[in-house]
């Protein structure tokens, strides 16, 4: 897949079928696209091209934390490991972008190679006031001979499967459907940073997990999980909440035991995936009854994701 940055720095001598769109968390709807576009484009001999956009339109637009399912570079390592993208355009979006009509964002996208078609999701909508439709693209496309195809939702059971349904699950703690509608179990990426080395003191050494705040976070507890770190996994049990027994300080923390490694991660990069909600946060009345709970909590990380099988997504 290759990566190609801004609207206007980009020219595709060969023919593309493209889709457009965030496609936030790469999730089973999103797949059936992609698939469609690599059915398509092979159909015409052509290569397939994903337009997205960097930062995400709601981030630039509401300018509020946007509760991302991915970030723009986990986004990437999932859509690599598609196999199914050949090029990945990204556009800067901006206020300036976002006044763009449907027809000059068409245009856009149309005037630097030459595409056979395009391939748009059944909610998919773009320009200015989200004024560009499948009905308006199609037309569009009789005109300047492009093949339009629209992919229905895909649903399971009598739920369609989105972004936003799947949001939803996760901040509701539901973690097992989540998995099965984005088709993987869902992970946080981030940077091991300087805690309080408390852990440590009683023999369950942490790494305070760094991340960017539009990272949409499972609600507080204990989870049962598995830690990605330079191409090994290790069961791991994951603390998203204040530490009541030991801290006052009224941060949120998200904290990552890996069970059975040694060494120093500060400063390194982690993938870490849930599994499964063990218990609520609670505070202790000392130190002993804390490490009993943590040694019980590790019991049962490792009887739950002893026989999982989870994407790293290369990291």
Known sequence: MKIIKGESNW???????????????????????????????????????LIT??????KVLKNDNVELLTLFDEKVDILKFTELIDYLIIFEFTREFASLDA????????????????????????????????DWLKQYGETHKIDIFKVEAVTSGNEKISSSVIRNLI????????????????????????GKNIGKTIGFPTANLEFDKD???????????IACYKGHTYPAAINIGYNPTVSSDKVLKTEVHLIGFN?????????????????DEKKYDSLDELKSAISADIKKVKRLVSEVKVNCFGL
């Open 263 to 279: 060494g120093d991660l500060y400063g390194e990069k982690l993938r870490v995936i849930f599994i499964e909600k063990i218990r």
């Open 11 to 49: 020219e595709i001598s060969e023919s593309l079928c493209i889709t457009i769109g965030t496609m936030d968390g790469v999730h089973l709807g999103h797949i059936a696209i992609l698939k469609t576009l690599r059915d398509k484009a092979s159909a015409t001999n052509s290569k397939t091209a």
């Open 103 to 134: 027809e000059d964002f068409i245009k856009l996208v149309t005037t630097k190679a030459p595409v056979k078609c395009i391939i748009l999701g059944y909610d998919n909508h773009f320009g200015k006031n989200r004024s560009g439709n499948f």
């Open 171 to 194: 901040k509701n703690g539901n973690l097992k459907k989540a998995a099965k509608f984005l088709g993987y179990n869902y992970f946080i990426t981030g940077t091991v940073g300087k």
């Open 53 to 58: 956009f960097k930062p995400h339109p709601r």
């Open 215 to 225: 990272k949409l976070l499972p609600p507080s507890g204990i989870y049962a999980g």
